[in-house]
């Protein structure tokens, strides 16, 4: 069975019901010259890599992710609104990655005052077999055993929909521009493509009619990610009711020193079930 290396950010979407991914662009780019296809095939490589004698494997340097998220749904029946603010940290010499989310939630799902805030905090220890995770939101923790195979199934059925590899095969309409010590790639999602990954994610929700953009801006020198946009629109339909759904995130990526530790309180929180087993 091919494994998928497991992803920080994957983990992170998981928790607020698999969405999308993004960045900012500024400025004004140039065409790149030369062989644009080359480049763009080998970025594409860089983010197919994947070690699959290892699935715990979180990437060769420590690494900080930053930035919003949203989706936004407008039903007859119901209005809703997620949205927030997200980092994940990656440690690799102590095979620990951590995501910190505030979020907040408008519609009937927040109750009587309409609106609700929620803290959410994630560690993923990956030093041995089998993996714990410890989730805490609002400051209660629970934690779970899980073997680093299973882990990493639960998160590629999440994740391909924040992954970039996923994005940069299912695309049409790919232009390439150079800026700075960067390139920016730009393209459309392939509709079709998108529609069932969805479908696969969304319960018993059929999602059609996908639309959107999709940015991804990488260091010239590794086509490490700086940069990665995404903002989707579609129709998501479920009990014979319409509705308009609109998913953007905003992440900002970097390699910084990062030396992770599980708090106090989930090392001794109790056991949960956090993910099938």
């Given amino acids: 069975m091919k494994l998928r290396k497991i992803s920080a950010i994957g983990g992170a979407i998981l928790l607020v019901g698999g969405m999308l991914t ?29 070690d699959e004698t290892d699935p715990s494997y979180l990437g060769d340097s420590d690494r900080v992710v930053q ?36 979020a907040g939630i408008k519609g009937p799902q ?14 993923m220890n990956l030093a041995k077999e089998p993996a714990r995770i410890y989730v805490g939101q609002d400051g209660r923790w629970q934690q779970q055993e899980i073997s680093i195979e299973k882990l990493s199934e639960h998160m590629a059925s999440q994740q391909s929909q924040v992954d970039v590899d996923f994005y940069l095969n299912n695309a049409e309409n790919v232009t390439l521009e150079e800026k700075g010590d960067t390139y920016v790639l730009r393209a459309v999602p392939r509709s079709e493509a998108m529609r069932e990954k969805f479908a696969s994610s969304s319960g018993d929700a ?6 959107g953009e999709f940015v991804l801006t990488v260091a010239k020198d590794d086509y490490e990610m700086r940069n ?25 990526s970097k390699e910084e020193s990062v030396d992770l530790q599980v708090p106090q309180e989930a090392l001794d929180s109790p056991e949960g079930s956090i993910f099938p087993n």
């Fill in 22 to 50: 993004a960045c900012k662009s500024e400025g004004d780019s140039t065409p790149v010259s030369g062989d644009q296809q080359q480049i763009i095939d080998e970025i594409v490589a860089k983010f197919a890599q994947q």
């Fill in 67 to 102: 930035g919003d998220f949203n989706v936004a749904i407008d039903a007859p029946s119901a209005q809703m609104e997620l949205g927030g603010k997200m980092t994940v940290q990656v440690d690799t010499d102590t095979k620990l990655a951590m995501l910190a989310m505030d």
């Fill in 228 to 252: 990665f946009r995404a903002d989707l629109k579609m129709v998501a339909e479920t009990q014979g009711e319409k509705g308009d759904m609109r998913v953007t995130f905003d992440l900002d």
């Fill in 206 to 211: 059929q999602i059609n009619d996908i639309d």
């Fill in 110 to 123: 927040a109750g009587g005052a309409g609106q609700m805030q929620t803290k959410i905090d994630l560690y």
